[in-house]
């Protein structure tokens, strides 16, 4: 009994402990998208490829918030409410260099669009693979930027629906493009991972060669 | 009884108390010295610098084994695979601003001091300004151009005006030139003598700085305005313009021919009838060394190094540790043959048939003799002994050979199946996986191995080889290729292979790669020919990006001609599943925030 007595005290104790010092966790949402024309665009999701960076002005120290954008040209953060600055990374993504500043008033929720100027664009793809495992195809390939020169063009085959020059399983890079309209065929049948694959999901790649990473078609599942 | 009263208890007591009172209080301290204390002092300025010495380790080193395994020299064999995508955008960063101020405080120190004579007061005061200068060097190297402090000694009081002591980042080649001419200024004060372990800087050590700082900034200024788009900040804090290239190669060129011509060092060559062993001894025996200039010094009992201990092959253990890391197929097939550039081992005919060896040396047959200098091949001796790589049976059954493994130091009927050193895929722990040990830097002595002594070799940052292949590569770039085939053929002959009669700049690449195995030289020579990121793209479909190992089996075909024979496998590396991938914003470090923070005045680099 009195054991009980020390225990029920304890807890007392513990749950007296947790006082109002902390801050409400932040309820305010900035989201959107990069685009091109309006149109987001398709890049690298993983490994943090593609960043923004956000700044709150008028502090003391302006370390930024990193933010992801996700493979689909996608961006969220949940932060306080505040005045902010969106700027994009330096040399940072497949397009001219962009540092635009967007200016942010948070109150709620934001929707942004981030808007850049691709140095290629890949349009029009279509994808398919064969009962016997061969992937044939064609997307066209729009040079955005009239200096812009091709470094390759990639065709990248993974089993998830997070497809890039890193998270794949086949990947097959081409150093010339004849004529916009781009055919695609590659042989998977002798390929293990693919033959045992329930699912694949294919994506082209264009990297410029003055770009540090590729852009990407749309997520296509072939199985 | 008697009892004695308290009044003399406390009487006692009091006599007790003050008995017992020493001076205590007004000893000397002998942890902390006052600078007249030190200054004075020979002996306390020698530690001061050996404490200096003792804190400019960077990049790869033997002390961290595995910083040998994240780029195309070796293999992490120990547990499990190590999936690591891209490197850090703080990899092998050096920001060492404390060190730079102590070395300040100590000129400070030095300079005010009356007792110590001129001569060797200079003395001190350029090896400290060389310490100094390599910081800077490795700094740059990372982060490009970095605020350049000169001797100042700043310090802060409440309330001062802190842009004061907020100096800008300087060009980056601003930095090189700093370098040079910071060794410029101090070479003729240090010692001519090659120091016996080659663990103080002297003279010839100052101008091998020199000549690396010169070549680097030479094929940074060449190379990155050769790029698609050059990396480079407005304010040049990042990027050499290339206008300046032709300068820097000519002054690489004198400082490292300086070193070749002084006559106190030469590219050893002991025992011309073993190459292999001759190139072993040359980086890696103390004694009587005339090739390594300055090194890493190690010294059992007290400061030792775990790296034998780490690696050893497990028929060679003497501890618990060992295999922790070896050599992958990439860099033993980028060592030559005799009689043929291409290094490409010959495990399989044109039509995909196994080519047979008798014994798993043959394989390895009229390789670079360098290799077997700096690598231990699948049959050859250490310490005297045969370290035996096998990982497996390759069994005939019906036509076809199959492959039959088992556990560590297993037989049959047919013998060995799988050697205790392995190679294996499994997760395990203690067991190579790459089908080659690490030689350069593997210490033959006695209980080297153990976790109690450990190894006492030392870990060479600058040598004669590297003298001649600046000289080499300057010579080149300026256009006297001539010159430049008579340098690179002083390496060749050393090692052992044909001389070059033509060349270009992926000859000096090709060299260094295979002369400068495991001393942090390959990562910086991929960043300053601007090849990193071509070379380690992140596809798996490079071979130059993937990592490879050789599996050696014994063939049980009984009956047959090749049974007792060897074929070897050339795969994947189990244990390194992601391609290498160097991406543009490798280049140069990333600056840290806090950075800024303290110091607006730093800009960020490209890609930040």
């Known amino acids: 009994m009195k054991r009980l007595l020390y225990a029920l005290i304890a807890t007392a104790l513990f749950i007296q402990g947790c006082g109002k010092d902390n801050y409400e966790e932040p309820e305010s949402v900035i989201s959107g998208k990069v685009t091109f024309n309006g149109v987001p665009l398709n890049l690298k999701g993983t490994d943090q490829a593609v960043q923004l960076k956000l700044y709150q002005p008028g502090y003391q120290l302006n370390a930024e918030v990193p933010v992801y954008v996700a493979q689909d040209g996608s961006f969220k953060v949940k932060i306080f409410d505040g005045q902010y600055k969106l700027v994009g990374r330096n040399n940072n993504g497949p397009w001219i260099n962009a540092t635009d500043t967007v200016n942010i008033d948070l109150k709620g929720n934001a929707e942004i669009t981030y808007e850049v100027n691709p140095y290629f664009l890949v349009e029009n793809t279509s994808l398919s693979l064969s009962g016997d495992n061969k992937l044939t195809g064609n997307f066209s390939i729009t040079k955005n930027v009239a200096t812009a020169n091709m470094s390759y063009y990639t065709v990248l085959v993974s089993k998830t629906a997070f497809v890039d020059d890193v998270s794949n399983f086949y990947r097959k890079d081409y150093n010339t493009a004849s004529g916009n309209t781009v055919s695609v065929s590659e042989d998977l049948s002798s390929n293990e991972t693919a033959k045992n694959a329930t699912a694949l999901f294919a994506r082209i790649g264009i990297r410029a060669s003055s770009a540090d990473q590729a852009i990407y078609s749309e997520v296509i599942k072939i199985k | ?608």
């Not at chain 2, 047959?365 to 310490?383: E, H, W």
């Not at chain 2, 037989?411 to 790459?434: H, R, W």
Request: one cysteine or more; a neutral charge; proline letters at 4%.
């Open chain 2, 1 to 608: 009884m008697k009892r004695i009263s308290n009044k003399y208890k406390a009487l006692i007591l009091l006599a007790l108390f003050s008995a017992s009172c020493n001076k205590i209080l007004d000893q000397n301290p002998d942890q902390i010295l006052t600078e007249e204390q030190v200054y004075t002092d020979e002996i306390m300025i020698k530690s001061v610098l050996a404490n200096y010495y003792g804190r400019i380790q960077y990049g790869q080193r033997t002390d961290d084994s595995y910083s040998f395994t994240i780029l195309d020299e070796a293999g992490k064999s120990d547990g499990g695979p190590d999936n690591i995508q891209t490197y850090s955008d703080t990899q092998w960063r050096v920001y060492d601003y404390t060190l730079i101020r102590n070395i300040n405080q100590f000129l400070l120190g030095l300079r005010a001091s009356s007792t110590i004579d001129e001569e060797k007061r200079i003395g001190y005061e350029a090896e400290a300004r060389f310490i100094r200068a390599w910081v800077y060097f490795n700094m740059a190297k990372g982060l490009g151009g970095m605020p350049i402090v000169g001797d100042e000694v700043f310090e802060y009081v409440p309330g001062m005006d802190i842009t004061a002591l907020q100096y800008p980042r300087s060009t980056e080649a601003g930095i090189y030139d700093y370098i040079i001419s910071e060794i410029d200024a101090i070479k003729d004060n240090m010692s001519d003598a090659p120091a016996t372990k080659a663990e103080r800087a002297n003279k010839w050590t100052a101008l091998m700085l020199k000549a690396r700082a010169a070549i680097y900034a030479g094929s940074i200024a060449n190379y990155n305005n050769k790029m698609a788009s050059p990396i480079r900040t407005s304010g040049g804090e990042v990027g050499i313009p290339a206008a300046d290239a032709g300068k820097y190669y000519q002054l690489a060129l004198e400082a490292s021919e300086q070193v070749i011509n002084s006559g106190k060092y030469n590219l050893m060559l002991k025992k011309p009838d073993d190459l292999s062993r001759n190139f072993y001894e040359a980086i890696n025996v103390k004694e009587n060394n005339t090739e390594v200039i300055w090194a890493k010094d190690y010294i059992y009992p007290g400061q030792t190094v775990e790296f034998t201990k780490l690696n050893i092959p497990a028929s060679h253990a003497e501890d618990i540790d060992r295999a922790y890391a070896g050599p992958i197929l990439n860099l033993v097939e980028d060592f030559e043959y005799t009689n043929s550039r291409n290094g490409e081992l010959k495990t399989k005919d044109a039509s995909g048939n196994y080519i047979f060896y008798n014994s798993p040396l043959d394989l390895f047959k009229d390789k670079d003799p360098r290799l077997a200098g700096s690598i231990i091949l699948p049959g050859s001796d250490f310490k005297g002994e045969t370290v035996v790589l096998q990982a497996g049976q390759k069994v005939l059954q019906d036509g076809v050979y199959v492959n039959k493994t088992g556990d560590l130091g297993s037989s049959d009927a047919n013998g060995l199946i799988t050697s205790e050193n392995g190679p294996i895929t499994s997760n395990v722990q203690y067991v190579n996986k790459t089908g080659f040990f690490f030689r350069k830097f593997l210490d033959e002595t006695p209980l080297a191995s153990t976790r109690g002594r450990n190894s006492d070799l030392w870990y060479p940052r600058f040598r004669f080889a590297e003298a001649v292949l600046i000289a080499s590569e300057a010579a080149l770039e300026l256009g006297n290729t001539a010159k430049g085939l008579t340098y690179i053929n002083q390496i060749r002959t050393r090692a052992g292979i044909p001389s070059l009669t033509s060349m270009t700049i992926d000859d000096i690449i090709q060299e260094r790669r295979v002369e400068f195995a495991f001393e942090n030289h390959r990562y910086w020579d991929l960043k300053r020919f601007r090849l990193a990121d071509k070379i380690w793209n992140g596809s798996n479909q490079n071979p130059n990006a993937m990592q490879y190992a050789l599996f050696p089996y014994k063939v049980v075909a009984p009956g047959t001609a090749n049974h007792g024979k060897w074929v070897f496998d050339k795969q994947l590396f189990n244990n390194s599943p992601n391609p290498r991938f160097f991406q543009m914003k490798h280049y140069y470090n990333f600056i840290d925030q806090a950075w800024v923070d303290n110091n607006p005045k730093i800009v960020r680099n490209p890609f930040q």
